[in-house]
């Protein structure tokens, strides 16, 4: 089950939607499949300074293998070599095509959830 929890105004992001979209669907599929993953809440608010929107995806409970590195990123090595893998690094690599970040958030045993910040469109900054 996938919960969803969208802050009243947001700023515009103008990005790819289908490239959105498929990001989207990999961080919910990797947590919803993962331990713990009976459910997960996709929530969407302004980053702090305006300049954008972060989803957070929190797994209902459990943790998936992983964690932060040395400088505070996620640490994709330590995932599962399989499909759940191979989705976080082009999940990866599809933020950074969009102009965004995406982050591990810790768990007591790995990674609890994802962040994903993108950026305003200029007009909205």
């Known amino acids: 089950r996938i919960h969803l929890d969208v802050a009243q105004e947001l700023p515009s992001v103008v990005t790819d939607r289908g490239r959105l979209m498929v990001l989207l669907a990999n961080l919910a599929r990797t947590l919803l499949h993962g331990p713990g993953g009976e459910s997960v809440t996709i ?64 768990g007591q045993s790995g990674i609890a959830g994802f962040l994903l910040e993108l950026p305003a469109s200029p007009s909205c900054t």
């Open 43 to 106: 929530s969407a608010r302004p980053v702090p300074s305006g300049a954008g929107v972060e989803f957070l995806f929190r797994q209902g409970s459990g943790s998936l293998p992983g964690g932060k590195d040395g400088a505070g990123e996620c640490s994709w090595r330590f995932i599962r070599e399989d499909t759940d893998g191979i989705c976080l690094l082009l999940a990866e690599r599809i933020a950074r095509l969009l102009g965004g970040t995406l982050r591990c958030t810790d």
